[in-house]
Structure formats: C-alpha cells, structure tokens
C-alpha cells in the first residue's frame, strides 16, 4: 500500500516553455502532498506544500509564479514549471502523507521523481 | 528548529561486511525519525521508522536503526551488506516538515 506515482519519468523542453509534473497516490487519498527539488549530489529540498482544495504553501524563495502547484483532488497534485530555463533543471520529487486514521499519515511516501532538462 | 546532520559524506564497505550510518539530530521534543534510500535517478524509499516505543526498529532489507535519546542519534545498521545496498541514504526528521540530512553515499566493492 500507500504507492506514489510520478509522472513523467523524464522531460526534455525548449527554454521558455511549460512542463506539467503529475503526482498521484495510487491506492489512498492524500489530503498533503508536498514536493522538493534535489540538486546533483545534495540532498532534498522542500519546494511547497499542497494541500487539497486550498493554496499551496510555498518555502521562502520559490517562485510562486514560477512553479505553479495545484491539488484538485484527493489524489492528485501537480507542478507546473512555467516559462522553464536551463536554470530550473534538476529532479524534482513529489511526496504524500500516508492515509490519516493510523501512524501512517506521519510519513511520506515518494515518488519515482523527474528528471527536467531545459535546453 | 529540527535539524539533521549526517556526518559522513561517503562510507565504502566490502560485500558481506556490516555497515553503521550515522545520524544525530536536534528537535525539542520527541522525533519521528526515518531512514529512506535512494537509488541512482529514483525518488526515495521508506527503509525504517520511529515513532515511540522499542528504540531498536526493524526495517526492510535487512536494516535496523537504534534510537538514542541520551545521544540525539538515530544510527542505521546493516549486519551483511549486498552489493544492491549501494545507494544514497537519507536519515530525516519530522515535526511539521520533513527535514532531511546532507545524505550519506554507500558504494559496495567486491
């Protein structure tokens, strides 16, 4: 149980255009979902905390603007990286609270990431 | 604030010897503490928890951890390590966001 997916794997984009990540809880209904940006050998950092039927939360120095969330329903949430440059490259990692009623809605179960290369 | 510090950067370990990552952390009162691997270009996997209770937690793969109050640690341990361990390792703590450690990189020789 408590499966996360993401999609897509890996994107490829000309500068100045908008790429759409997916994150999905598959077999449970995520009221929080957050997601992080991981740079090349460093460890996760929060982007945002999306929680459904509201407004994202956004960590100091996120681009609102920039990074789009939005989690439209128990199950899905999704980033949208608007106007990408080469800059906003790197793996982004989307991740939801467990089921609440039991311990499980104190972790955070992963997805697979995606790979963003902006060109 | 929660923070969390993983002091080695990368530990190289023999195939079938055992392994300790470390981890220590600061929280004011009682953590959620996990550990969570990381394949190369893969999101993050769950390997163990701790919430209250027996300090010594079982998790997947063959990993137990060792909570230590006295020591603000939270230690991982592996008794015989396979060459599929080779991973990054993420020791994190939680209170109202996950905060996660610099990450320790394991590679296994033969």
């Known amino acids: 149980g408590a499966v996360v997916s993401q999609h897509p794997s890996w994107v490829i984009c000309k500068s100045g255009t908008s790429v759409k990540i997916e994150c999905r809880s598959l077999?449970?209904?995520?009221?929080?979902m957050f997601w992080y940006r991981q740079f090349p050998k460093q460890s996760l950092m929060l982007m945002a905390t999306s929680n459904e039927g509201s407004k994202a939360t956004y960590e100091q120095g996120v681009e609102k603007d920039k990074f789009l969330i939005n989690h439209a329903s128990l199950t899905l949430s999704t980033l949208t990286v608007t106007s990408a440059h080469p800059e906003d490259s790197s793996f982004y990692i989307c991740?939801?609270?467990?089921?609440?009623?039991?311990?499980?809605?104190?972790?955070?179960?992963f997805g697979a990431g995606t790979r963003l290369s902006v060109l | 604030a929660q923070s969390v510090t993983q002091p080695d950067i990368h530990i190289t370990v023999s195939e079938g010897a055992s392994l300790e990552l470390r981890c220590n952390y600061s929280y004011g009162a009682t953590p959620y503490l996990f550990w969570y691997v990381q394949s190369p270009g893969q999101g993050l996997q769950l390997l163990l928890k701790y919430f209250s209770g027996d300090t010594l937690v079982q998790g997947i793969k063959g990993f137990e951890a060792e909570f230590k109050r006295s020591q603000s640690s939270f230690n991982l341990r592996k008794p015989s390590v396979h060459w599929s361990d080779a991973a990054e390792y993420f020791c994190?703590?939680?209170?109202?966001?996950?905060?996660f450690g610099a990450g320790t990189t394991v590679t296994v020789r033969a």
């Open positions: 991740s939801a609270r467990g089921p609440t009623g039991g311990v499980a809605k104190n972790i955070q179960y």
């Open positions: 994190a703590v939680a209170a109202l966001k996950l905060s």
């Open positions: 077999d449970f209904q995520a009221t929080t």
